[in-house]
């Protein structure tokens, strides 16, 4: 038995991206349909009930597209919107947030986690009570980071302005019992260099959509929904604005061939 549907992600713009690169890495074989919200992105800085709007828009259109599961490239809509969408559809939907808390929980000796995040997801406190879940004795430390969001977006993290907020930002995380950092936006791996810079190599950083991408495929693998076509694998990506900042961004991100990189409307985008 296999399923020769696409994977679906979703993300409120190109931090997804990042995951996205993951699933090509971990599944190879697999097609690929992504969906960033650039027009109204950033989600961070949205109502609850703006960014489960929104989700669902996504939602619909990956369902459209005939993907077999989504996966929530995006820590805000995970941490304000998955818990109801999963509600509203039958379609296998996974969170970024419950598998980077995991590995959080695993990867701390001091018992000491610092999360760093979009204001939405800071403000759910999703990572700091799934953590608590894994094991209640661990101390988090969790710090909104919203522009970092827009470093990324913008190609600007190794401007002057980025580096001084990055370091200001971090500045919590450099006393050091601290050993272990959750990068919980899914834009955040792409600053791995200037959070070194800052922070240093002792820290363990935590990037959420490498682990979400193994527990997905393990579900996969689980239930027979792998594709056995190793031949032609597609790799899909849309935007719903800022398209020609997101197709460079995305090519120079995956470093891989994609088949197809649009412009599409989802929902109430005007």
């Keep these: 038995m296999s399923d020769k549907r696409p994977i679906g992600l979703l993300d409120s713009g190109l931090g997804g991206l990042t995951v996205t690169k993951e699933v090509i890495k971990q599944m ?5 349909v992504f969906i960033g ?6 989600y961070g800085t949205k109502t609850k009930e703006q960014i489960t709007d929104y989700t669902r828009d996504l939602v619909k259109y990956l369902i459209s597209q005939d993907v077999k599961v989504i996966i929530y490239a995006c820590n805000t809509a995970t941490a304000n919107a998955l818990p109801t969408l999963k509600n509203e559809f039958s379609i296998p939907m996974f969170g970024v947030i419950q598998p980077g808390a995991v590995a959080a929980s695993l990867s701390t000796k001091t018992k000491h986690v610092g999360v760093i995040g979009t204001e939405a997801t800071i403000k759910s406190k999703s990572y700091s009570k799934a953590i608590a879940a894994v094991d209640p ?14 470093f990324v977006e913008n190609d600007a993290a190794d401007s002057d302005v980025a580096k001084k907020n990055i370091a200001e930002t971090l500045s919590p995380y450099k006393d050091p019992k601290f050993d272990t950092l959750v990068l919980g936006c ?5 600053l791995k260099p200037q959070i070194r810079e800052v922070l240093g190599d002792e820290i363990k950083l935590i990037d959420s959509g490498v682990e979400t991408v193994s527990y997905v495929k393990d579900y996969l693998e689980t239930n027979h929904l792998l594709t056995d076509d190793t031949k032609d694998r597609s790799i899909k990506l849309h935007a719903t604005g800022g398209i020609k900042e997101f197709e460079r961004l995305a090519k120079e991100w995956l470093q ?6 649009s412009l599409v409307d989802v929902g109430d985008n005007k």
Excluded: G
Excluded at 28 to 32: L, R, T
Excluded at 37 to 42: I, L, S, Y
């Design 137 to 150: 004795t661990i101390d988090v430390l969790d710090v909104a980071a919203q522009k970092f969001v827009s």
């Design 186 to 190: 899914t834009h955040f791996p792409m």
């Design 37 to 42: 919200d650039e027009a109204r992105m950033p």
């Design 256 to 261: 891989t061939n994609v088949d197809e990189i």
């Design 28 to 32: 190879p074989d697999e097609d690929v």
